[in-house]
């Protein structure tokens, strides 16, 4: 992962969750990092030293003919236009309305040539009102595409429960999405080092500390999203994993969210961090595992209706 | 000056000079009385041309007239100057000694600007509008499905046309009812010419094809085969050859002969495995200027195959190209920040 790429935090979360105070609460924090940020409506943002650009999402599909194959536009032309400028931002951050599906911000940064090369997707950041999100995600089919999405979850307005009732409501988030980090707050008061330039999803923590006791728990709520991880201890057949994945992806990726993961592969000293959005999918060397590591390769999905013995089958069909 | 040191043998060097101003340099374009080139800068800098001064970069005046990058840039109505849409939301006139008028200020960005003698039409968002030739009086206000991405008018300036998503819209610049002409294909279109007789239209698709419309009865074109996404694309002055970036060559598409929908495109001046990254067709004669992402600029016959290399390489992507109205004169900037100026008429 190139450190020369400029990271792009999205954020997401709905209507009233709390996403105005965060971002505000970021670009005030003096940090003395300069964002550009782009809002989709004007608010009471605008910082000294940081640029707003108010931007209408506009998702359109790329012309596979496949309707979870969709990009947004928009970011390609705005982000395409800053990033000529050179040094001038330490970061950007994608704010999306309350209602967007994080899916297309994502893709945007696997379809176009000039984001990929000068930008990396650090996190989508999803914003959570503690109080009202099981009341949400009863009703939303968003609201879980925003948790399955997720990288880091601020689960704000944790002052109006008590305990026992935020254990429900993570258990709740992690029942969706097993490998998300999730951190508390009041107020969007949150350290920014939990939100921003997270370095390339932290994938390879989050899986580790990835709960496996969540994964025999199937549940067929929140419309059948749900997280599945896998792993296996020895290396991996590049190209048959390549083939395998790459034949999942075309066929079941509509229902596939994201999938994720930290791989071996045989004769490679680094590991591979790979990571997807529905059909579209990435990957870059990582460096070498720690000793401690080992030669374990995980991967995880999120997605709706998963298959855990198919998807355990073909992850093991790839060892070496 | 701080000229680049180029290679003594570089037509450039003996013909033009260059000059680093630093900013990536993100457009063109030339005065309609040729006096006067302008280009723009993704810090809100315009750089003026002095053709008397072209081989003097010490008489090149830089003007700062946006609030973040020079997203367009248009001769002006009149005969000299120029019209510049910015980052920051503004659309302004400059005069040929660096005068910025501001002719709008709105919510989004002024990302297109195109004008003929009578008529200026730019793009903010989704809505188009079209100004008389002061650039003072709105006359109407056109509305799009998405944000416009390109404007051009056709040869005569009766017609306007913008891409976005999922097509172009054609519209009458004089009409006392607007009716759009919707030409529609899916997906997002990035960049738009029109062929100099009327025949067609033509966008670069963010899927590295280029999609056209033939005007008589609205048929479709599919042109694709790009390696990468097209950014530039120019009609030859008779519209024999669309020619355009995307390639490690120019890539020149026929359109004569039942072309371009079924013939092959024709490449000049491969330069393999460095991409075009702009053309620009001459206004006169049938030739194209390239510029390459390595910062090579040529010239190529579209009959012969003749090549003549104007400079090589080490100059950053070449972002832009602009002849003047006769064609004895170019100038072009480069995402390092390289701005060249090149007497092409002169004989020593
Ligand atoms: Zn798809
Ligand atoms: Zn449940």
């Known amino acids: ?320 | 000056m701080s000229a680049v040191a180029g290679e003594m043998t570089e037509l450039l060097a003996t013909r033009g000079a260059e000059k680093v101003f630093g900013s990536a340099v993100t457009a063109a374009s030339c005065a309609r009385d040729g006096q006067t080139f302008a280009l723009g800068t993704v810090d809100g800098d315009i750089v003026l041309v002095p053709v008397a001064g072209l081989k003097h970069p010490e008489t090149w005046t830089r003007v700062e007239a946006h609030d973040g990058a020079v997203l367009c840039l248009a001769p002006d109505t009149g005969k000299e100057g120029f019209l510049t849409g910015g980052e920051d939301n503004r659309l302004c006139r400059i005069g040929p000694d660096g005068t910025v008028t501001e002719l709008h200020k709105g919510r989004r960005w002024v990302e297109c600007v195109a004008s003929t003698p009578g008529h200026i039409a730019f793009s903010a968002g989704k809505q188009l509008e079209i100004r008389d030739s002061s650039g003072e009086t709105t006359l109407k206000t056109l509305e799009h499905p998405s944000t416009v991405t390109g404007i051009v008018f056709d040869t005569k300036g009766k017609r306007v046309a913008a891409s976005h998503y999922n097509g172009v819209s054609v519209w009458f610049v004089q009409a006392r009812v607007d009716t759009v002409r919707p030409l529609e294909w899916k997906g997002s279109h990035t960049a738009i010419a029109i062929h100099p007789g009327g025949e067609a239209i033509v966008t670069a698709m963010q899927e590295n094809d280029l999609h056209g419309w033939r005007l008589s009865d609205g048929h479709n074109m599919r042109m694709s085969g790009y390696p990468r996404r097209v950014s530039s694309l120019s009609f030859t002055r008779n519209g024999r050859w669309l020619a355009t970036s995307g390639a490690d060559a120019i890539v020149l598409w026929p359109f004569f002969g039942g072309g371009p929908m079924g013939k092959p495109p024709t490449e000049l001046a491969r330069l393999p495995g460095v991409f075009c990254s702009a053309v620009c067709a001459h206004p006169k004669s049938d030739i194209i200027a390239a510029g390459f992402e390595d910062g090579s600029v040529l010239l190529a016959e579209t009959g012969s195959e003749r090549v003549l290399p104007i400079c090589l390489g080490k100059r950053g992507r070449v972002s832009t190209l602009c002849f003047s109205p006769f064609g004895g004169m170019m100038v072009f900037g480069t995402e390092d920040g390289c701005v060249a100026a090149i007497d092409l008429s002169a004989s020593d």
Request: overall charge negative; charged content about 25%; hydrophobic content about 40%.
């Open chain 1, 1 to 320: 992962m190139s450190e020369t790429k400029i990271p792009v935090t999205v954020l997401t979360g709905f209507l009233g969750a709390g996403k105005t105070t965060l971002l505000n609460h970021i670009l005030s924090a003096g940090h003395g990092r300069k964002y550009a940020v782009l809002v989709n409506e004007f608010g009471e943002l605008g910082v000294d030293g940081d640029l707003v650009v108010d931007a209408d999402e506009e998702v359109f599909e790329t012309n596979n003919g496949c309707i979870c194959c969709t990009v947004r536009g928009d970011l390609i032309r705005i982000l395409g236009s800053l990033l000529r400028r050179r040094n001038k931002f330490d970061g950007i951050i994608v704010e999306t309305t309350g209602l967007a599906d994080p899916a297309p911000v994502a893709q945007t940064f696997f379809v176009d040539d000039n984001l990929r090369e000068k930008a990396r997707l650090d996190a989508v950041v999803t914003v959570v009102d503690a109080f009202n999100v099981s009341r949400t995600l009863d009703e939303s089919h968003e609201a879980v595409s925003q948790i399955a999405f997720a990288d880091v979850i601020v689960l704000n307005k944790t002052d109006l429960l008590d305990e026992a009732a935020l254990e429900a409501v993570e258990a709740r988030l992690r029942g969706i999405n097993a490998s998300v980090k999730i951190h508390r707050a009041c107020h969007g008061k949150i350290a920014l080092e939990n939100v921003l330039d997270r370095g390339g999803f932290d994938l390879a923590r989050a899986l580790e500390t990835m709960p496996d006791f969540l994964e025999n728990n199937e549940h067929t709520h929140e419309e059948g999203v749900t997280s599945m991880s896998f792993s296996v201890s020895e290396p991996l057949d590049e190209q048959r994993f390549q083939a395998w994945i790459g034949a999942l992806l075309q066929e079941r990726g509509a229902d596939i969210l994201r999938a994720k993961g930290i791989l071996h592969f045989a004769g490679q000293k680094e590991r591979f961090a790979f990571q997807a959005v529905h059909m579209m999918a990435d990957g870059d060397y990582i460096g070498p595992a720690r000793a401690e590591e080992g030669q374990e390769s995980r991967i995880v999905f999120i997605g709706r209706d998963l298959n855990r013995p198919q998807l355990r089958r073909g992850f093991e069909s790839c060892r070496a």
